[in-house]
């Protein structure tokens, strides 16, 4: 459905926000999914610790999952990898079958074990150190002393052999001192004396010594890494004693450090080249640095993309006005924001029940009341449980979307009850104040409600000598029904549903008709008096659910409250046709291949922005303007 609404774009613009991964790849997930869990279907049950090792080296030796194929995907640079990966994977089928042998030939493998308790068998039979050698053999193992001790080698160097290094001291405790321990340690404490530690770095030493076949070399170094001298190990002077031991000493000035490659920094040509880039973008300069197509075959493939043939939404336009580059890195560079998973209801789908709840809701005032629905005092009665079972409806209709996480969905459905129940009642005073005596209120063309998502297409705006085809769905269209005004039923105003007024073009603010960022409403009311022969638009505006207001609102005629006929406001016209040749030159743009970084001023960038990380736009992306 989200992928219907994106292409006909039918879609709100908190739905283009958060946008959902295509279905096909959610298709493939799930069916790859089906077939993973046909092959684990076999840890659901559990099996004698035979069985689990018999059921191990199969799986290992059919490699049905393709691990040992898989261990040759790696970078160019980095073949050793493989090499130690095939390794651990002959290693691994080897302790496989040598644990089978050993249960066939000792027994003990008639315990049953679940799939967790197999792998901790497994773990530890893993638990251990794997041999590398080069492919001839030779060579040197770097190795921890606990990883080396207790097997051979043809030649052990042992270094790092300063004193406090090796042998480790014993760390002090800030609780007990010497004596407490070994009084707690007599009496059956399980705590490690210092004459135990000494002894187990005692041990560690000679069995390193031990595994010296032909030859051995102990080093260590005269001076710390603060230049001052240090000492040799105890351990080296108790060797001295016992072996002869041939002493050398390098000397400092002979220690030659890998050689590393010094940096000589950009040159100052390169230097020049980047300050003028920036310097450009900062002066909003349009070229190849600032996000000007220049290469002619794909400024003549955007020409074609984005010519008079391609069909357009309100929200697209208003999209690419914001911020050219968004947009392009968006629709045309495939760039996406993936975050984690929430728990919580996901904001397009909140906006989208609120918006079926309320096209529910006013097509059965039509039908109830035979016409335009004005809602007043009276109508509440009926209209509150009303918009209650609608919503309801909307929930039960959203089927098997992510609602939030179900412990928390019955209260999602109050806060969502709650909000329409109080935009319920805003709707209802507003009405009531058009029949006070305040004269603003008295200005205004008293109008109801006749339709919700009203479809159009292949309407054609042309300003400028550019041609721009749309189609779209407005949320909600009134008529006039004010008996101040014969034939008030030929106006028509455009409402555009926003849950909040940050979801508005530049949240709201009325600079954004300035910035030429304004243009869903302007693009619905120059379709409604097209579609609709011999009828006017009087009004617009965006219809923020959450704060309960009018936002970017526009009177385009207004009543005259000494002699009760209607007159035009010239400057709300001006602004809506404004606003339409904006969109002409955004198109223009597109078409021309011009996608600076240039967010609106009004609009800043938003934080979800799927660009933020890699934007260039002068002083980095910056929330609504700041």
Not at 54 to 76: K, S, T
């Amino acid at each position: 459905a989200w992928e219907r609404g994106e292409a006909e774009g039918t879609l709100s613009g908190d739905e283009r926000r958060d946008p959902l991964p295509a279905a096909e790849r959610v298709r493939r997930t799930r069916d790859a999914f089906v077939a993973f869990r046909r092959r684990v279907g076999a840890l659901d049950r559990t099996r004698t610790l035979a069985e689990w090792v018999a059921w191990l080296r199969e799986l290992v030796d059919e490699d049905r999952w393709g691990i040992e194929e898989r261990l040759y995907r790696v970078p160019a640079d980095h073949l050793e990898s493989v090499r130690v990966n095939q390794a651990a994977w002959r290693a691994l089928a080897a302790t496989l079958e040598d644990w089978q042998a050993a249960l066939e030939a000792w027994g003990g493998g008639d315990e049953r074990l679940d799939a967790a308790g197999a792998a901790a068998r497994l773990r530890e039979r893993l638990d251990g150190d794997l041999a590398l050698w080069t492919d001839t053999v030779r060579g040197v193992q770097v190795l921890e002393a606990m990883a080396a001790a207790y097997r051979s080698f043809e030649h052990v160097f042992l270094v790092g052999l300063e004193a406090g290094r090796f042998p480790l001291h014993a760390p002090r405790s800030p609780l007990l001192d010497e004596e407490d321990r070994q009084a707690l340690a007599a009496a059956g404490v399980p705590l490690e004396t210092r004459a135990e530690w000494d002894r187990r770095e005692q041990e560690l030493f000679r069995s390193l010594l031990a595994g010296a076949k032909s030859g051995l070399t102990v080093s260590w170094a005269r001076l710390d890494e603060m230049g001052r001298e240090s000492l040799a190990s105890v351990f080296v002077e108790a060797l001295a004693e016992v072996a002869e031991v041939e002493p050398a000493e390098i000397p400092a000035h002979d220690v030659q450090p890998a050689r590393l490659p010094i940096d000589p920094g950009p040159s100052p040509e390169h230097a020049l080249r980047v300050a003028r880039i920036e310097r450009g973008r900062q002066i909003g300069r349009l070229w190849r640095y600032n996000g000007v197509i220049e290469d002619p075959a794909l400024v003549a493939e955007l020409a074609a993309e984005f010519g008079e043939a391609r069909v357009w939404s309100p929200s697209q336009l208003e999209e690419l006005a914001k911020c050219p580059w968004a947009y392009f890195s968006g629709r045309l560079l495939g760039l996406e924001r993936r975050d984690e998973p929430e728990d919580d209801l996901d904001p397009a789908v909140r906006g989208s029940m609120v918006h079926d709840a309320l096209r529910r809701f006013f097509d059965r005032a039509v039908a109830r009341l035979g016409g335009p629905v004005l809602l007043r005092r009276e109508d509440l009665e009926w209209a509150a449980p009303e918009l209650k079972a609608c919503l309801a409806e909307a929930i039960e209709a959203a089927g098997e979307t992510w609602l939030g996480h179900p412990l928390l969905r019955e209260a999602k459905r109050q806060e969502l009850s709650r909000l329409l129940d109080r935009y319920l009642e805003f709707e209802v005073a507003r009405n009531e104040n058009l029949f006070g005596t305040h004269p603003l209120n008295r200005r205004v063309l008293r109008t109801g409600v006749v339709a919700h998502e009203l479809t159009f297409d292949g309407v054609v705006l042309e300003r400028d000598g550019v041609r721009v085809r749309f189609r779209g769905r407005i949320d909600r269209v009134e008529a006039g029904m004010d008996e101040r005004i014969e034939g008030a039923a030929r106006f028509l105003v455009a409402i555009d549903y926003k849950y909040s007024r940050y979801a508005t073009p530049g949240g709201g603010e009325a600079k954004a008709w300035a910035d030429g960022v304004v243009l869903q409403v302007p693009l619905y009311a120059y379709a409604l008096e097209r579609l609709e022969e011999g009828k006017a638009v009087a009004r617009v505006e965006y219809r923020a659910l959450k704060q309960r207001e009018a936002v970017h609102r526009l009177e385009l005629v207004h009543v005259d409250h000494s002699t009760g006929e209607l007159v035009a406001a010239t400057d709300a016209r001006e602004k809506m046709e404004a606003a339409l040749d904006a969109v002409a030159g955004h198109v223009r743009g597109a078409r021309l291949g011009v996608f600076p970084a240039a967010p609106a001023p009004s609009c800043g960038c938003p934080s979800w922005c799927h660009g933020w990380d890699i934007c260039r736009v002068p002083g980095g992306p910056r929330t609504n303007g700041r």
